[in-house]
């Protein structure tokens, strides 16, 4: 098979699929982009080929010869753009959840999985294991009658084939288990009869955890002995990544792990393999991948969140473009957090993602002037694709480089990549046309001396106080002034709110040599970011001593110096020098305000934290829908 380049598009789940697992128009578009982008090699996503091993609603089948047609005609799309393509094979297992599936779950042995709600599956007999390996074969002999170029098998991240390899989940005492050669038995069983039922035309890739970071679980060492007997059997391409759903955070990483974290991994596997092998593991900079290859860590490498972010990465990498690439920042927010939502996955930095139809720049019949106040996240795209669509776009921003609260994140602990798109943004809305003016503190008189027919307010949002006994006469201090500026003569602070804000808050005072108390009323920290992120900012922060962490805890009252902090059964004073309070964020809405007395006929759209405090997420998209409809 031949492939263009050495990119290959990674089988994200996507949910655009039906709820019988058809492939929808949205997919389709979705995967036609990243072919017309250039990626050399795609996957479709884990594909089940058993309803009863299907473990997302709008997971993507092919379980049936029904499915073939609507799959053929996105094979289709994807080589005539001159993309290859084939599915992911698969079956879940253990981590089936029944309320999902519709059906009891099955798995190498009775070990539950905490996420399928306290269910617990049910081990195999070898009749069933014999049914599930017809299962693939038929998968793949209708992914070749759709036209597809390959076959992958899914054997990574905690289902069927790699429950089977792990000594974690096969407790079975039969030739399914036991020593090593029992647990790869079934696996190799599976490849052996989707070989049989395809020939020698198309090649086989097989997906693997390198380590799923688990004790007694499947190791690189495993892997290393394993990786032979699946080329001997018909395996030509092994595509390594990591974790299981107990790792979660190994299989799809966040901005608090480094680039290229899997290389070592892949290189490892590579010494004992004669064919191909690819990598995965937040490549999203052309210059990592680059690098993974030029040093002997793969062959390929196995780009995800990248292609999700920017379907033109390749192109644009290839013709040395490659400070126009929309770089993921690895936020998960649109993507995996979405996904474990059971919805449909989006991007934070491409609203065009999953969207390619809806949001084709449409050319706008009746250009306007319009003004944008706010250089954040939300004013940046508004700007951006209304410059597109040929409106005359001014976007002010107070300060002299664009960001709003996005820029702070820059001097967050592990959260500094989340700033990194704001350059792509800014540069794109310029090149888009729009004119950015920095330094402008705007006022409704400087928006109506450009006599805009519509006004885009997004001034986003700015900490408030809470209303706690005492605090006017407190020491209380604006987190972001925390961020921004060093301190001195500072012992002990009081941090109000657990939330990233808060944890980042904490993180800083304690480099600056503060001691901190931490108090979060809930009984959780940063639940308002993505459980893998927060699994690293909560493991930081409670390893730093200098941190006292109150949680299910309040602040009653606020002296010059002293609070007195209630649990809910004990009440108790603390001496502080400093008060940050973190949760609260309120609209900065004094622009809008005037525009609205100044001129009541003026067509004004309030955006992003300025018309409520919100995710980026959110606050990106809804300046698409609203850019795009104007």
Known sequence: MDVRNRIIGSPMERNYCTAEGRVTQ???????????????????????????????TLQMGLHDDDLVPDFARMVRVVHRHGGVIGPELNYGGRVVQPWISGLESRAPSVVPYAGAGGYAPRALDRGEIAEIVARFADAARRAAEAGCDFIGIHSAHGYLLSQFLSPWCNKREDEYGGDLAGRMRFPLEVVAAVRKMVGGALPILYRISGDEHQDNGLSLEDVCAIAPHLVATGVDLIDVSAGMYETNWWITQPM????????????EVRRHVNVPVSVSGRVTDPSVAEHLIESGASDFV????????????????????????????????????????????????????????????????????????????????AARILALRGHSVTLFERD???????????????????????PWLAGAAARAGATLEFGVEASAHTVLARHPDVVIVATGSAPGV??????????????????????????????????????????????????VVLVEPTRELVTDIGMRSRRFQVGALESLPQITIHLGTTVETLGRRSAVLWNGSD????????????????????????????????????????????????????????????
């Open 256 to 267: 608090e792990m480094p680039q290229g974290v899997l290389a070592p991994l892949a290189r």
């Open 26 to 56: 949205r997919y389709v578009d979705y995967m036609e982009a990243r072919a017309r982008g250039g990626v050399g090699l795609l996957y479709t996503e884990a594909t089940y080929v058993d309803p009863r091993g299907k473990g997302r």
């Open 466 to 515: 809470p209303a706690i006994p005492g605090i006017l006469d407190s020491p209380v201090v604006d987190p972001y002034q925390i961020l921004r500026r060093p301190l001195g003569g500072i012992g002990r602070a009081l941090v109000i709110g657990g939330d990233i804000r808060g944890v980042a808050v904490a993180r800083v005072l304690v480099g600056k040599g503060v001691d």
């Open 400 to 422: 002299e480089e664009a960001g709003g609260q996005m820029l702070l994140s820059r001097l967050a602990p592990g959260r500094e990549e989340f700033s990194g798109h704001l």
């Open 302 to 381: 196995t780009l995800g969140r990248a292609l999700h972010a920017d379907p033109e990465f390749p192109a644009k990498a290839r013709g040395g473009r490659t400070a126009e690439i929309c770089t993921c920042i690895a936020c998960n927010q649109g993507c995996s957090d979405m996904h474990t939502r059971g919805l449909p996955i989006v991007c934070l930095v491409n609203t065009s993602t999953g969207r390619e139809r809806e949001y084709a720049i449409r050319p706008t019949p009746a250009p306007k002037r319009i003004v944008v106040v706010g250089g954040g996240p939300a004013g940046l795209e």
């Open 571 to 630: 009440r108790w004073q603390v001496d502080i020098d400093l008060v940050v309070p973190t949760r609260m964020l309120l609209p900065v809405t004094a622009v809008a305000d005037e525009l609205y007395q100044r001129d009541p006929s003026l067509e004004v759209h309030v955006l992003g934290d300025c018309a409520q405090p919100r995710t980026a997420l959110e606050a990106i998209h809804d300046a698409a829908a609203l850019a795009h409809r104007l």
